[in-house]
């Protein structure tokens, strides 16, 4: 069952080789000191198959030191591929009318190799001819399988440390998956080295996200002060807070949910239906009638968020070449039925406790970060979440800085190893937002440095 370490040289390095990526347009790849692979992983108990990229650190490739991060983004249903191409990846679309990828300068992969996974198997370039329903703790489990590939094939990076990151559902992604390898760890067959987390704007609570959405309006002048959000104070699964969430959103329909300084992209209709507007943000803001929450297709976009360069790129038939992923796969940020089936039921309870469980083992450093522009996931629904866990505060809330002695945010620290940081105008994506505060972030976390 367990086969991380027992293969041949010729397999090994077969795999590397064909997954090499020599061009990602404009850059060639033999002008940089370090190597991207891309292809695909799959789990050998059934038929799917997950694209992942890796790209390896700017430092010493040989060195066992170096920390590896896989991200995951969020949705669930949406691509890591952005993390890769804007947020956090060594080139990327700057900004949202960038036509060509630029140099970042603050890529993760000066401090860190990292490894971007299109999960569940429905998402991106990913295969899930299994037609099948996700639920959060399958998905843990595919992932800690497609986890295991990886290191099959890339052996040499078995020992370095493991972190964990990545925004919005990775929230419940990365827990549970944290979980999965501390109980395969506990086997004693084989280890995967993991040290921590690391997740921004994370959904952990569900159950309690619409109101803490509405608070958060009020708090930013985003709704009348008449507004009256009783109803979801008393019961958040109500119909007439759902009322008054589709109240809330019609009021700020031209808002940018996750970046409320930010701007908003929409296309200008003729006869806008209204309705069309509301379906759009229930789907994304994920109001619900008990805990169990189902994410379907998200067939009418993201709100106000505008891909095209990236979506243009990724369909790119040649650049799918490059890339070495199925050309007959028409990519989207988040999964739609007419490129496949996705289906996803979320388990809020089973989230908060297996947080808790890590918190008990007192093993991982986990740090949770808020960009506090974001409505969708706002910082005060994460800190609502600490404040449910049995856990102490042993650092006062204080402000912290970065380049040039700069405000970055606040923060605060917690026992069992967890840190809550938000970043100052930042919004859902805060890599992308604040590329200096968020590469501080990571730099202070591998390094076991005070923020």
Not at 64 to 77: A, C, Q, S
Not at 110 to 115: E, F, G, K, Q, T
Not at 122 to 140: C, E, K, M, R, Y
Not at 204 to 217: A, D
Request: charged share 20%; with cysteine.
């Amino acid at each position: 069952m367990i086969q991380i370490l027992i293969l041949t040289v010729v397999h090994i390095y077969g795999l590397q080789i064909e997954d090499k990526v020599t061009y990602l347009p404009p850059f060639n790849m033999t002008d940089f000191n370090f190597s991207i692979f891309s292809g695909y992983l799959s789990i050998t108990d059934s038929n799917q198959s997950f694209h992942y990229v890796f790209v390896q650190s700017q430092i010493n490739n040989l060195n066992n030191n170096v920390p590896l991060v896989l991200w995951l983004n969020g949705g669930p249903g949406c691509s890591s591929m952005i993390g890769f191409l804007q947020e956090i990846g060594p080139f990327v679309f700057l900004n949202d009318d960038d036509e060509s990828l630029q140099f970042n300068e603050y890529s993760w992969n000066r401090v860190a190799h990292l490894l971007f996974l299109e999960s569940p198997s429905g998402v991106g370039f990913s295969h899930n001819p299994l037609n099948i329903t996700f639920n959060d703790s399958q998905t843990a489990d595919h992932n800690l399988k497609v986890l295991q590939e990886f290191y099959s094939n890339y052996p040499e990076y078995q020992k370095n440390p493991l972190w964990l990151a990545g925004e919005s559902y990775a929230g419940a992604y990365i827990p549970l998956l944290a979980e999965k390898i501390k109980k395969f760890n506990d086997l004693e067959v084989a280890v995967i080295n993991l040290q921590g987390m690391m997740i921004g704007n994370g959904v952990t609570n569900l159950t309690h996200l619409p109101i803490s959405q509405l608070i958060y309006q009020k708090e930013h002048q985003l709704l009348p002060p008449t507004f009256d959000i009783t109803a979801c104070e008393k019961d958040v699964t109500s119909e007439e807070c759902e009322d008054i969430n589709y109240d809330a959103w019609k009021i700020t329909k031209r808002i940018n949910p996750y970046d409320i300084y930010g701007y908003c992209y929409y296309e200008e209709k003729e006869n806008e239906n209204e309705l069309d507007w509301i379906q759009e943000m229930k789907q994304f803001m994920m109001i619900h009638n008990d805990n169990i929450v189902k994410v379907t297709n998200h067939e009418l976009g993201v709100p106000c968020v505008q891909i095209d360069n990236i979506q243009n790129y990724l369909n790119d038939v040649q650049n799918k070449r490059y890339l070495h992923v199925d050309e007959n796969i028409q990519w989207f940020m988040c999964s739609k039925s007419h490129n496949k089936q996705f289906k996803y039921v979320s388990d809020p309870p089973l989230v908060m406790k297996v947080l808790q469980e890590l918190l008990n083992f007192d093993l991982f450093t986990i740090l949770l970060y808020n960009g506090d522009a974001d409505s969708v996931v706002p910082w005060i629904d994460t800190l609502q979440a600490l404040q449910k866990l049995k856990i102490t505060i042993t650092e006062q809330w204080r402000p912290y800085y970065v380049k040039n002695n700069q405000l970055g945010g606040y923060t605060q620290g917690y026992s069992n190893k967890l840190r809550f940081v938000t970043v100052r105008g930042a919004g859902h994506m805060v890599p992308q937002n604040d590329r200096i505060t968020a590469f501080y972030l990571l730099n202070q976390t591998l390094n076991g440095e005070a923020l």
